[in-house]
């Protein structure tokens, strides 16, 4: 069944929409972008590029500007979300000059460190998030989560390390990417009015910091935004540095460095879908409605029926119970019965099918020991009495005796000896096979200890 995942780039006055189709070994991208002056003009475009409607099992992410948030990289002694969350509110109202009642926090997956562990948490005012939503056309349910550029990336991006290099038309943000993470990130806001000359200046400096803080130079550059122009980019390209397509496994070359953004949204949200480790600005108030209500008439109904199903399966059992409730007491009459023939007299019943196969294993065991009815241990024991010289001097320590074989352990006063047994017990009509598995001096250099392995001719049994 195909899963359609839904990227949202909203920007000045164009709403960017990538839809994903996953099926079965393949899938589908679907691009499109409207214009629209009001937040009712971006609700309807959005529905228009949406095909009308999102249906059932759409998952739809949107991302709020880099500018919007602020950004801490904190350390924690324990890696436990529920604590981290109860900690965060206490640690970031000592760094930032902020009221957090205002805002929203949210938080990557703790990474282990050597003492401690490492969280980025991001902090966002809730207007932002409030103002975002009047774009949808169902608020209450879609998007599902709202992330921050550039973190929103990092799903696809952490394969590689690089440099993202996004210029959107009222900013330009330079993140690096490294060691599957965001390593560190750079903004410059209100770029409307800046010549592509100054913006390349501030992004070749940025990037200059952020290798010589990692001491690593050369690193490959993701270029994607609205901002990019062609100026820009053929002053990138004479820097020599490799260029890369973001999500080129899925994509290719077709997506241009407009829409990026947003099939970038869309590719994040189909990998990490499950894992639940991206950022989320849909708390609290701002908490998606389940879609669980929109069939609450049809569940209610479902639920009935499965009751009544319940009901009459439960009628049918208790009938089939009443009728093999007197049959059980006959048969438990005719266990007790067996079980005061066959077990010793003065035996407490407990559980009489498992005491019965307990006797009847003990029974089987003594028939199997003394030789009834075939060649037990006491017969195969007494046959290698015979057959041992008695001039030979032998002082067994143990008898290991199975259906298959024997295993003789012991010692003997010379090598000799142990060979003299052998050849004796290779006589035996009860063993196809004599071996000498092992044989050596003893500690004190008097004796010889030996163990030999008789194979029955046919079983022991």
């Not at 701002?286 to 569940?299: H, P, T, Y």
Request: charged content about 25%; hydrophobic content about 45%; aromatic content about 6%.
């Amino acid at each position: 069944m195909s899963k359609r995942f839904i990227g949202i780039d909203l920007e000045g006055t164009e709403a960017r929409v990538a839809v994903l189709t996953a099926a079965p070994g393949k899938i589908d991208v679907e691009l499109d972008k409207r214009s629209y002056a009001s937040p009712e003009e971006a609700a309807e475009a959005i529905t228009e590029m949406l095909g009308g409607k999102v249906i059932l099992g759409d998952r739809l992410v949107a991302a709020l500007p880099c500018r919007v948030g602020l950004f801490r990289r904190l350390r924690f002694p324990f890696r436990e979300k529920n604590k981290i969350s109860a900690a965060l509110p206490l640690e970031l109202g000592s760094q930032l000059p902020i009221p957090l009642e205002e805002h929203l926090i949210s938080f990557m997956p703790p990474r282990a460190r050597e003492n401690d562990y490492e969280v980025d948490a991001v902090v966002v005012n809730k207007r932002e998030v409030a103002d975002l939503l009047t774009h949808f056309p169902d608020p209450e349910q879609n998007p599902r989560r709202i992330d921050l550029f550039p973190f929103a990336f990092l799903p696809v991006l952490r394969e590689h390390d690089g440099i993202l290099v996004y210029c959107r038309q009222l900013e330009v943000v330079v993140a690096l990417v490294y060691d599957g993470m965001i390593r560190d990130y750079r903004l410059l806001p209100g770029t409307s009015e800046l010549e592509e000359q100054e913006i390349f200046d501030f992004i070749a400096n940025q990037i200059s910091q952020l290798e010589n803080g990692i001491g690593h130079d050369g690193l490959p550059l993701w270029v994607i935004g609205a901002g990019v122009t062609e100026k820009l980019l053929l002053i990138l390209y004479k820097t020599d540095r490799v260029l890369l397509t973001p999500g080129g496994d899925v994509f290719g070359d077709e997506i241009s460095y407009e829409m990026a953004p947003a099939a970038l949204l869309a590719l994040a949200e189909l990998r990490e879908a499950k894992k639940a480790v991206q950022l989320n600005f849909r708390q609290e108030e701002f908490s998606a409605r389940g879609q669980i209500e929109i069939f609450k008439a049809k569940l209610v109904a479902v639920g009935i029926l499965s009751l009544l199903v319940i009901v009459g399966i439960v009628l049918t059992l208790h009938l089939s119970y009443l009728q093999k409730t007197s049959q059980e007491q006959r048969l438990k009459t005719e266990l007790v019965s067996i079980f005061n023939k066959v077990m010793p007299a003065g035996s407490k019943i407990v559980d009489v099918p498992l005491q019965l196969q307990s006797q009847q294993q003990e029974l089987q065991k003594q028939v199997h020991l003394f030789g009834l009815g075939g060649q037990g241990a006491a017969t195969v024991l007494q046959s290698m009495s015979k057959d041992i010289d008695p001039e030979v001097r032998i002082d067994l320590q143990e008898f290991n005796y199975n259906g298959d074989e024997v295993r003789l352990a012991g010692n003997a006063d010379s090598f000799e000896s142990v060979d003299r047994i052998a050849a004796k017990l290779r006589n035996n009509r009860l063993f196809s096979g004599v071996e000498i598995v092992d044989a050596k001096l003893a500690s004190d250099n008097s004796q010889v200890d030996f163990e030999l392995q008789l194979k029955f001719n046919g079983g022991g049994k």
